[in-house]
């Protein structure tokens, strides 16, 4: 203890025996000489040096013996018993490392556990479809190939929902911001959801502007377009109802709604439904809700840096939308292509 703090002063020791032969070179170079005056002058800076490294040392005593010895827990450390402005505000600094410390704690600790939390619930959901095609191929010769489509399906969109809340966490690391057709987008995620549709009796509407054109990235955002698809179908219960994917503008935006005809969401759980593991009233009523989607979706729309809004009425449908802002004012031409209960499979 006593050589940390030796070492400490060791720059004021030095300057002080420098000083003391400084003024003692003046006195001598001045004419006086009297070794009796200087050897006292000596002795009496030694004296009120020493007093006052004493002094000192006894104000930091405490301090020193805590940075000097193992904590053997985190509140010991913590504790405030400074004596000096300068530990004091040593004590705060450290108070303010520990805050932080216990800010990325918990933010570590909320990632870990959303993680598990999805995964036992996406294992547990990913069972009902593998349970369903294993009774198919037992005791049958002929095995309904439509039905094991649409069971892979629900498997391939469990798969991409895990491997995107993986994702999530490194983000920045797996993003291409580019110019995506919106149009084109839609009718693709729309194209590779087909079965969804048919086995729903569900139909999509497409009423999008041609050549409409968002910053973004596309694979993020066929992602999100999805899980809005998704869940417009899985809540919408009647037969022969229809969902709408349309576009519209106001002032530099270009705004992006996926409506559907379903069941809607109950007012009391339109403030909860975008967060983690929240099902809701109508998660339980399907039985397959994961709580995530939504989640997800504003997620990664925050991180692209686009607004999802979502506006709903029971019985009636609910409308999420995504609001993109623009640089450049698009081409504004309007084509409406309606994909209906009218047309054949082929035509989705």
């Not at 005593?61 to 530990?87: C, D, M, N, W």
């Not at 600094?93 to 993680?115: D, G, M, P």
């Not at 403030?271 to 997800?296: C, D, I, P, Q, W």
Request: aromatic letters at 10%.
């Amino acid at each position: 203890m006593i050589r940390l703090f030796l070492k400490e002063h060791l720059v004021f020791l030095v300057f002080q025996v420098l000083l003391v032969l400084f003024v003692m070179l003046l006195y001598w170079l001045d004419g006086f000489r009297n070794i009796d005056t200087a050897v006292y002058s000596i002795v009496i800076t030694s004296i009120l040096t020493i007093t006052f490294l004493g002094t000192l040392f006894i104000k930091k005593y405490t301090f020193y013996k805590k940075i000097l010895s193992v904590p053997t827990e985190i509140e010991g450390v913590l504790q405030r018993e400074a004596k000096s402005p300068e530990i004091k505000q040593v004590e705060m600094y450290l108070q303010h490392i520990y805050r932080l410390y216990q800010k990325e704690v918990q933010l570590l600790y909320a990632r870990q556990n959303r993680h598990l939390q999805f995964m036992n619930s996406w294992v547990h959901q990913m069972k009902t479809p593998i349970s369903v095609i294993e009774l198919m191929t037992q005791g049958n010769d002929q095995v309904d190939a439509a039905g094991v489509s649409e069971e892979m399906d629900r498997l391939k969109r469990g798969l991409d929902a895990v491997l995107m809340n993986a994702r999530l966490d490194t983000f920045e690391e797996d993003m291409q911001i580019e110019q995506i057709d919106i149009k084109q987008l839609v009718m693709e995620v729309v194209s590779s959801n087909k079965r969804l549709f048919i086995g729903s009796h569900v139909f999509p509407v497409i009423s999008i502007a041609e050549e409409c054109t968002v910053t973004s990235d596309s694979k993020w955002l066929r992602f999100v377009i999805a899980q809005f698809l998704t869940n417009a179908v899985k809540y919408t219960f009647e037969e022969n109802k229809k969902v709408y994917f349309e576009t519209s503008y106001e002032y530099n935006h270009v705004i992006l709604s996926v409506r559907d005809e379903g069941i809607g969401i109950p007012t009391s759980d339109m403030k909860r439904v975008t967060k983690a593991f929240f099902t809701g009233e109508n998660g339980r009523k399907t039985g397959e809700s994961t709580g995530m989607g939504l989640y997800l979706a504003q997620e990664i729309c925050h991180r692209l840096g686009h607004e999802m809004k979502l506006a709903s009425t029971v019985g009636k449908g609910t409308t999420v939308s995504i609001i993109f802002e623009q640089q450049e004012t698009a081409e504004r031409g309007e084509l409406d292509v309606d994909i209906d209960a009218g047309r054949n499979n082929e035509g989705l």
